[in-house]
């Protein structure tokens, strides 16, 4: 417990979203009346939920109501000094353009998540956004006021992330909703371990740590084991002599990258088709993050998608298409393909690689089966799940725990039973009930009273 001027200081956890929940993670934590706000996302299954949603065109109360933002009314008048942004996935930036004008605040986050964040400010048709977008790398630090912010690098599915230690003055909070692992990542930097074992050493108050795949025992796997896996399974597909395609997440540029590679090494061309595809690519060549070839073709407008088609129809066992559509998405390139609503057709003896798991909700496990059954149908074979997570395991998340060693932990980013298996873990790691806080969205912990 800390003391200022007589003054007993008291840090306050606010979730507003991705409690007991997978998506629109945001978080407010406040030292005496100054806060700092962790992320700004939108809950993708929501969303995907009611047809040809325009997310751009749609008010705060409409997507609030459709449980697709997070409900910010308790943090609105509230001295809001900064404004985190802890990676580029749109479980966490995806609602910056609905909510962050309310805020006379700045917004922190790696070059790769600024830019995808200026993306999401483009597309925003309701409100004008002003916040100064400041780019960091792991190892800043930041004074606001009172409140340091520290960037850690870590490694996940998506380059460029980071978890933030917010240093106040009744103690350090660590925010690690989303990480991994990986001492071959294959791009971008490793996670910093040696820092976060001197942020236990000098003593965290508490640390809110994701719980996306508490469910499995972990480690998870390295991307350098994505790769060999791909290996394998293109060499198979590609030797088959029918056309082949691949989809994986968008943001996933590591993963992508190892496709073009292995593509080029198997004697094929790779093609990248599909908006967001084109969008995280083309950042990210533009910032240096990663290097493909010049000659690569990435296309996202419509008429440029269908004009390549029509070409590769007639020499498909030239090429290897990347395509939207991992999680069987009605508009993505892969689906339409299968509708037949574009000039490529599917044929007995085509390859389908999904590399990339199924986001667990009833919205995209019915697309997803739904799709498949029409591949088969038309032939194809499909390949599914060559693909390891962005996320931590049961043993990191525990090696996580031990690093750090907050006074309390809190579980977040995942559903409830999720939760409640790192509330086990912390038992088993010797943390009273009292230390361990599940908490629920809207809840204001206080620590330090």
């Known amino acids: 417990m800390n003391f200022a001027g007589g003054r007993e200081m008291v840090i306050e956890i606010i979730p507003l979203g991705g409690l007991g929940e997978i998506g629109k993670n945001m978080t407010a934590i406040g030292f005496d009346g100054e806060?700092?706000?962790?992320?700004?996302?939108?809950?993708?299954?929501?969303?995907?939920?009611?047809?040809?949603?325009?997310?751009?065109?749609?008010?705060?109360e409409e997507l609030i109501g459709m449980n697709g933002i997070a409900d910010d009314t308790a943090l609105r008048g509230k001295d809001v000094k900064a404004i985190v942004l802890t990676h580029g996935h749109l479980d966490h930036i995806g609602a910056f353009?609905?909510?962050?004008?309310?805020?006379?605040?700045?917004?922190?986050?790696?070059?790769f998540t600024v830019e995808l964040t200026r993306h999401v400010i483009r597309e925003e048709r309701m409100f004008d956004i002003e916040n100064e977008l400041k780019p960091v790398m792991p190892g800043d630090i930041v004074d606001?006021?009172?409140?340091?912010?520290?960037?850690?690098?870590?490694?996940?599915?998506?380059?460029?992330?980071?978890?933030v230690a917010i240093h106040g003055p009744a103690g350090t909070l660590l925010y690690a909703s989303d990480f991994k692992f990986d001492d071959e990542p294959l791009l971008g930097y490793t996670t910093d371990y040696s820092r976060l074992k001197q942020l236990g050493d000098e003593g965290v108050l508490a640390a809110m740590i994701g719980a996306v795949r508490m469910n499995e025992p972990g480690p998870t796997p390295s991307e350098a084991h994505a790769r060999e896996m791909l290996r394998e399974v293109m060499n198979s597909a590609i030797s088959s002599g029918g056309g082949v395609l691949v989809t994986t997440f968008s943001s996933h540029i590591t993963r992508i990258k190892s496709i073009v590679d292995l593509s080029y090494e198997f004697g094929?061309?790779?093609?990248?088709?599909?908006?967001?595809?084109?969008?995280?690519?083309?950042?990210?060549?533009?910032?240096?993050?990663?290097?493909?070839?010049?000659e690569l073709h990435i296309h996202g407008r419509p008429n440029a998608v269908h004009n390549l088609l029509e070409e590769v129809e007639a020499s498909r066992d030239d090429y290897v298409l990347i395509v939207t559509g991992h999680q069987g998405e009605p508009t993505s390139i892969l689906t339409r393909i299968a509708n037949g609503q574009l000039p490529l057709k599917i044929r007995?003896?085509?390859?389908?690689?999904?590399?990339?798991?199924?986001?667990?909700?009833?919205i995209n496990e019915s697309n997803r089966e739904l799709l498949e059954a029409k591949l088969r149908a038309q032939g194809a074979r499909v390949h599914k799940d060559v693909h390891v997570s962005g996320h931590a395991g049961r043993q990191e998340t525990k090696e996580l725990i031990e690093l750090v060693r907050p006074e309390h932990l809190i579980p977040c980013h995942g559903t409830m039973d999720r939760l409640e298996l790192m509330a086990e873990m912390g038992r088993q790691l010797g943390y009273p009930d009292e230390r361990i806080h599940i908490l629920q969205n809207g809840e204001c912990l206080r620590l330090g009273e």
């Open 35 to 60: 806060y700092v706000v962790v992320d700004m996302g939108i809950r993708l299954d929501a969303i995907l939920g009611f047809e040809d949603v325009d997310i751009g065109g749609m008010s705060r």
């Open 348 to 362: 007995k003896g085509d390859e389908i690689i999904f590399s990339a798991s199924t986001i667990p909700n009833p």
């Open 97 to 111: 353009g609905k909510l962050a004008h309310a805020y006379d605040a700045p917004a922190y986050g790696t070059p």
């Open 144 to 163: 606001i006021g009172d409140i340091k912010l520290e960037f850690i690098g870590v490694t996940h599915s998506i380059l460029q992330t980071v978890v």
């Open 268 to 294: 094929r061309t790779p093609l990248i088709l599909g908006r967001s595809l084109h969008n995280y690519c083309t950042i990210a060549s533009k910032l240096g993050l990663v290097d493909f070839p010049p």
